[in-house]
């Protein structure tokens, strides 16, 4: 049987090895950090040198790095390396405000590629594949990311960008794709095409996806394997710890493999800044330990996640993350309770007749919140008896209720009546003044 | 006979309706009864038309979300007691009735009654058997 790791001796060292390295990592990392304008100011002021971190527990004692940072420090501040090393910038969505932007040397684009090609040969890409990447490319990572990356096995890359679902479907018949990156929202709008052009979404030669860039649940997942009839596969990255590849699920589909060898991972009470006992949901906190160009320190995702101990029998020993749970930014608070986009999808898609897409829109009058969830109905579920269709929306009040503890109200509306888009899924509109 | 209604999932705000019977207007098909059921901000428009598989075509390529629907149309005579007659078999045989509309064919003589019951076979049958006539869409014509 073949072999399914790219890089065996890595992704299976040891822990005691890992760490080892992740150790000797942290220390260049923190002695390349301090040749940027930003961390040799911080270090300075906080008294910081490499020779003082004697463990990996010492990371406590460097400084926490946010979105906010970044911001306060475009675009330069934290490039480590002369002007002339950089060869690639790329920055954040900027979903929630001005942009971040990265920056890297031909070195980082060189181990960032690699890491993406780990991930996707674990689970199972080769070269005999054909690659169709529906992903943006430009600015955002997801796109050259995995081009880079399915090009160094040695797959046929078909760039074909995000959007022209028809064209998009056309390319996957025409040159035979057996792999696709998508966002799961835009592959839940696609099997609607598929259905407008009257072909049956199985009846093409792909036999995984990767899907990811946006939190989704495990039913999300589950409901797009079902219909395409290949495997699914989530991927976790950000464009701060360079993008897609830094956790990625293996073949056994019960949480992602955070690649610890080049990045140091915590979790943390995103409210105390302390960590979490192993285990327990928290903010995940990362430390680049190979990048060059602009290495960051204790970088504060705001992904809310929690570590999965205890080997994966796939062998790797590079631990496990959970699927994120939502960003603390997506996090809604609707009369006083703390709800996440994704708890009421995971809710959604349990229920049958429940179509492809859904909005949640939030009011406030006379300070009381109140919360509209707008469902789109199967189009086979439909029977043309409004007493189905009340018990639909029956069914769907108590599922959320039971979740969220908040009672929503809920329309249902025609299929693809709703707003799509091909990026990043808009799940939310909050009209509430404040 | 059993008869086939149309039924279309619309969202209840303004100019719902009017685009399906733009749709229907455009194919030239006839409609001889329409009801509309609501709860709240959905509902269904059921209609019986001359010609429902062209009706249904056609809205669904219009992108709305439509089913035909199995029914019993029921001639009865157009004067007073004539509905009561077909209530009271169906109520006898506790045939539920989910839906039902009427229009009359020919003022003073017939009348259409559409009946939308949970038990489709048993009643057509019940009503051969108690000297009913049940039409599909010809009569509609």
């Known amino acids: ?434 | 006979m059993i008869a086939e209604q149309i039924s279309v999932f619309a969202e209840n705000k303004p100019g719902k309706l009017a685009a399906v019977t733009r749709v229907l207007a455009q194919e030239g098909i006839n409609i001889r009864a329409t009801t509309i059921a609501t709860s709240d901000t959905f509902g269904v428009i059921n209609l019986m038309v001359d010609k429902p598989q062209k009706a249904l075509e056609a809205l669904g390529k219009a992108g709305m979300l439509v089913k035909t629907r199995k029914v019993l149309a029921v001639l009865i005579p157009d004067r007073p007691g004539g509905l009561d007659r077909l209530a009271q078999t169906l109520a006898v045989a506790e045939i539920n009735v989910n839906n039902a509309y009427g229009f009359v064919l020919e003022k003073g003589t017939q009348a259409v009654f559409v009946v939308d019951v949970d038990q489709l076979e048993k009643a057509e049958q019940l009503l051969q058997a108690e000297g009913f006539t049940t039409v599909g869409p010809e009569i509609l014509e």
């Not at chain 1, 060292?13 to 100011?41: D, G, M, N, V």
């Not at chain 1, 790329?90 to 960032?112: E, L, N, P």
């Not at chain 1, 054909?130 to 990356?149: D, E, I, R, S």
């Not at chain 1, 979740?403 to 509306?413: A, M, N, S, Y």
């Open chain 1, 1 to 434: 049987m073949e072999s399914m790791f790219w890089e065996r001796e890595i992704e299976t060292l040891e822990r005691e090895e890992l760490e080892k390295l992740q150790l000797k990592r942290l220390k260049a990392t923190i002695r390349k950090a301090a040749k940027s304008p930003y961390y040799a100011r911080v270090f300075s002021e906080m008294g910081i040198k490499a020779e003082k971190i004697k463990s990996l527990a010492d990371v406590k004692h460097l400084p926490y790095t946010t979105k906010d940072d970044l911001r306060k420090q475009w675009p330069y501040g934290l490039v480590a390396v002369p002007r002339e090393k950089l060869v690639r910038m790329h920055s954040s969505s900027g979903t929630t405000g001005r942009a971040t932007v990265v920056f890297h040397t031909a070195k980082d684009i060189d181990k960032w590629t690699n890491l993406l090609a780990r991930c996707m040969y674990m689970v199972g890409l080769r070269k005999t594949d054909v690659f169709q990447n529906m992903m943006t490319y430009g600015l955002f990572t997801g796109g050259l990311g995995f081009h880079y990356g399915a090009e160094r096995i040695g797959a046929l890359v078909i760039p074909a960008g995000a959007g022209n679902s028809k064209r998009q479907i056309q390319l996957l018949f025409d040159f035979g794709t057996t792999a696709i990156h998508v966002i799961p929202s835009y592959a839940m709008h696609l099997a609607s095409v598929f259905e407008e052009m009257g072909l049956d979404p199985k009846s093409t030669q792909v036999r995984m996806a990767f899907i990811g860039a946006e939190p989704h649940s495990e039913k999300m997942r589950q409901r797009i394997e079902e219909i395409y009839g290949f495997k699914a596969y989530n991927s976790y990255g950000l464009s701060e710890m360079n993008g897609p590849g830094v956790a990625f699920e293996c073949p056994y589909q019960n949480g992602m493999h955070i690649w610890e060898d080049s990045f140091l991972v915590e979790v943390i009470d995103p409210k105390t800044l302390e960590p979490v006992p192993e285990g327990e949901q928290g903010e995940l906190v990362m430390t680049t330990l190979t990048r060059e160009g602009m290495p960051i320190i204790r970088y504060r995702t705001k992904d809310l996640t929690r570590i999965i101990s205890g080997p994966c029998p796939c062998g790797r020993t590079h631990r496990r993350i959970e699927r994120i749970m939502g960003r603390t930014d997506d996090m809604l608070i609707v009369k006083g309770v703390n709800i996440f986009p994704v708890q009421i999808e995971k809710r959604l898609l349990a229920v049958p007749g429940v179509g492809k897409n859904f909005l949640i829109i939030l009011e406030r009058e006379d300070y009381n919140d109140s919360m509209t969830v707008k469902v789109e109905v199967e189009r086979q579920y439909f029977q043309g008896d409004l007493g189905q269709l009340e018990k639909l929306r029956r069914k769907i009040t108590e599922e959320l209720k039971s979740e969220i503890l908040v009672t929503p109200k809920v329309d249902l509306v025609e299929p693809d009546s709703l707003p799509k888009s091909e990026g990043k899924a808009v799940r939310v509109i909050d009209n509430r003044k404040e």
